[in-house]
């Protein structure tokens, strides 16, 4: 497993931005898919976006053209740009790690970060 911690989430106004990152430990993060999701209060954890160890990225439809997943294998770390942020992106957002083919179930990640609230204010 990969030990993960995440950073960067705090208050931000409707229309803000925020940058995520995720610094992972224990093992090199290069041969694994690396993602972030998110949990509401009362709601399931859901799929934000992610990005294999080749590069190919996907992001959620909810997020698609707001949000932008990144990951630098030297520094072992994977961030996550979000701008234009609405009130529906208010969450405990996680970063997580796995070996996967399906990149949108959380079922898929072996390792979890402990998450970071992010809250947007209308």
């Known amino acids: 497993q990969v030990l993960l911690v995440e950073s960067g989430g705090g208050l931000v106004q409707s229309g803000g931005s925020l940058r995520l990152s995720c610094a992972a430990s224990?093992?090199?993060?290069?041969?694994?898919?690396m993602a972030w999701f998110r949990q509401a209060l009362g709601k399931e954890r859901e799929f934000v976006a992610a990005?294999?160890?080749?590069?190919?990225?996907y992001h959620a439809d909810s997020v698609k053209g707001r949000f932008t997943i990144s990951r630098d294998n030297a520094k072992n770390t994977v961030d996550l740009q979000m701008n234009s942020l609405k009130s529906d992106d208010t969450a405990v957002y996680y970063c997580?790690?796995?070996?996967?083919?399906?990149?949108?179930?959380?079922?898929?990640?072996?390792?979890w970060g402990q998450g970071i609230q992010v809250t947007v204010s209308s």
């Open positions: 224990g093992r090199t993060m290069d041969s694994y898919t």
């Open positions: 997580a790690a796995g070996r996967l083919n399906v990149v949108g179930s959380p079922l898929n990640y072996d390792s």
């Open positions: 990005i294999r160890d080749s590069g190919v990225r």
